[in-house]
């Protein structure tokens, strides 16, 4: 079964930083372009960065960058979101999503009907 799992989040002040994971089952993400997604209350989703598996490079929405970095392991199978320098304005449920044929693709972007297989989310609370 194809699944991603996430953890870490939480509640944090501005200028704090906070780590998400997203462990995968059922494909390695080693082969897969990996995007992250954020919901802010009363908003759409909204891409904020993804990790290009052919470029071994990530791009990032202009509102994160500079802030947030992805990585991957390969050997626990799972990619990390990490955000430093947050803002309030970054509260939101957070989601990681694997693009199942980013393979076949030069680059990665972050735009939510290129992804497949979503987490479950995790909330980010960022407040004085």
């Known amino acids: 079964q194809v699944q991603l799992v996430q953890s870490g989040g939480g509640f944090v002040q501005p200028g704090g930083s906070l780590r998400l994971s997203c462990a995968a089952s059922g494909f390695t993400v080693d082969y897969y372009n990996i995007g992250w997604f954020r919901q802010a209350p009363g908003k759409d989703r909204e891409g904020v960065g993804c990790l290009s598996m052919n470029e071994n490079r990530s791009y990032f929405a202009e509102s994160v960058r500079g802030r947030f970095t992805i990585s991957r392991d390969g050997y626990k199978n799972t990619v990390y979101l990490q955000m430093n320098s947050l803002k309030v304005e970054d509260t939101g449920i957070y989601y990681c999503?694997?693009?199942?044929?980013?393979?076949?693709?030069?680059?990665?972007?972050?735009?939510?009907?290129?992804?497949?297989?979503w987490g479950q989310g995790t909330q980010v609370t960022v407040s004085s």
């Open positions: 999503a694997a693009d199942s044929i980013g393979l076949a693709r030069a680059t990665c972007v972050y735009t939510r009907s290129f992804y497949d297989t």
